[in-house]
């Protein structure tokens, strides 16, 4: 596992008590039914994640791990609002990225595995719907 792995898994299990305080933050927030405007080429979804987790850490994460290649770069962070257990379900962020291209598959298969979870949308679409409640619209 590289150093900026460990780090930023590090980072996310300090700071997952700030769920608490998310209404201070500012990171624009969806719901579930959001998430079908999005495909593979431009999004991925980072489940149980604290959503202060800036747009900044997450591009700079995936250019250090090789997620990302220097045409790619993180334009949005979004959290995903309406889970069925409110405050105390998991929460998950969408991550909308430039370029016409996914990222990196092996690398994002090896994050997985060191404990990060990095799903394509359409997969977390299909797999987790019903931990939300606007997944039936």
Not at 25 to 46: A, C, G, P, Q, W
Not at 68 to 74: G, R, W, Y
């Amino acid at each position: 596992m590289k150093k900026s792995e460990k780090n930023f898994a590090g980072k996310i299990k300090c700071v997952i008590f700030v769920l608490e305080t998310k209404q201070q933050s500012n990171m624009k927030e969806i719901k579930f039914s959001d998430l079908r405007n999005y495909t593979d080429n431009n999004s991925v979804v980072l489940t149980g994640i604290t959503p202060d987790t800036t747009a900044s850490e997450v591009d700079e994460f995936f250019h250090e791990t090789g997620f990302f290649d220097e045409t790619q770069k993180v334009t949005e962070v979004c959290h995903l609002s309406d889970n069925v257990l409110g405050e105390d379900g998991r929460s998950d962020l969408l991550i909308v990225f430039s370029g016409d291209k996914c990222g990196n598959p092996m690398v994002r298969l090896k994050l997985n595995m060191s404990g990060l979870g990095i799903k394509w949308t359409s997969d977390f679409i299909d797999n987790y719907a019903k931990d939300y409640i606007s997944s039936a619209e």
